[in-house]
T-cell receptor, first 115, second 111 residues
Framework: DSGVTQTPKHLITATGQRVTLRCSPRSGDLSVYWYQQSLDQGLQFLIQYYNGEERAKGNILERFSAQQFPDLHSELNLSSLELGDSALYFC??????????????FGPGTRLTVL | SQKIEQNSEALNIQEGKTATLTCNYTNYSPAYLQWYRQDPGRGPVFLLLIRENEKEKRKERLKVTFDTTLKQSLFHITASQPADSATYLCALDTGGFKTIFGAGTRLFVKA
């Protein structure tokens, strides 16, 4: 158990809908990262927050947004969903602002299925 | 463009042998490189981090090398066991705070 929690575990929705994925980092970790993993794309970095502020952005679509709250939990919002958004979404946390300088602890993921 | 390549084909080895996985990169000059293990349907788990000024790092049966001239990292599992069967991902920094992961190599260890 990494100490990172993600809810929900599974999510099934329809095209055009909007969903929110939630992540609670390990106790004491200030950085939260979001990744998307699909079969043909591998693990893709979406966005990082550090202590409430956006720190780095990857290939995140404009339909997606995220935020980190004062209690350090984070939410990833996906809107106008398309079939291609079906994937595993992982949240990770680390103690510092630089994920590669320190290990990242990954949550169990949320499996999103868009029908 | 920036690229990370790991063996796309699965690696099949016999229990007790050494597994060697490769991570090659182009157009990067990473200061750090990490290796993770991922089991099906689960999140990656951190294994080892190696810095650019370290040629080699060991942890129990695991060994990682980092050759910045060849732009390559090798990941070794000695005395492999069926429980080592998983996908292994390399990850590196691209400058700034972004972490880029390779697609991973699937390892199967047969008893």
């Amino acid at each position: 158990d990494s100490g990172v929690t993600q809810t929900p575990k599974h999510l099934i929705t329809a095209t055009g809908q909007r969903v929110t994925l939630r992540c609670s980092p390990r106790s004491g970790d200030l950085s939260v990262y979001w990744y998307q993993q699909s079969l043909d794309q591998g693990l893709q970095f979406l966005i990082q927050y550090y202590n409430g502020e956006e720190r780095a952005k990857g290939n995140i679509l404009e339909r997606f947004s995220a935020q980190q709250f004062p209690d350090l939990h984070s939410e990833l919002n996906l809107s106008s969903l398309e079939l291609g958004d079906s994937a595993l979404y992982f949240c990770a946390s680390s103690a510092t602002s630089s994920g590669v300088h320190n290990e990242q602890f990954f949550g169990p993921g949320t499996r999103l299925t868009v029908l | 463009s920036q690229k990370i390549e790991q063996n796309s084909e699965a690696l099949n080895i016999q229990e007790g042998k050494t597994a060697t996985l490769t991570c090659n990169y182009t157009n990067y000059s990473p200061a750090y490189l990490q290796w993770y293990r991922q089991d099906p349907g689960r999140g990656p788990v951190f294994l080892l981090l190696i810095r650019e000024n370290e040629k080699e790092k060991r942890k129990e049966r695991l060994k990682v090398t980092f050759d910045t001239t060849l732009k390559q990292s090798l990941f070794h599992i000695t005395a492999s066991q069926p429980a080592d069967s998983a996908t292994y991902l390399c990850a590196l920094d691209t400058g700034g705070f972004k972490t880029i992961f390779g697609a991973g190599t699937r390892l199967f260890v047969k008893a």
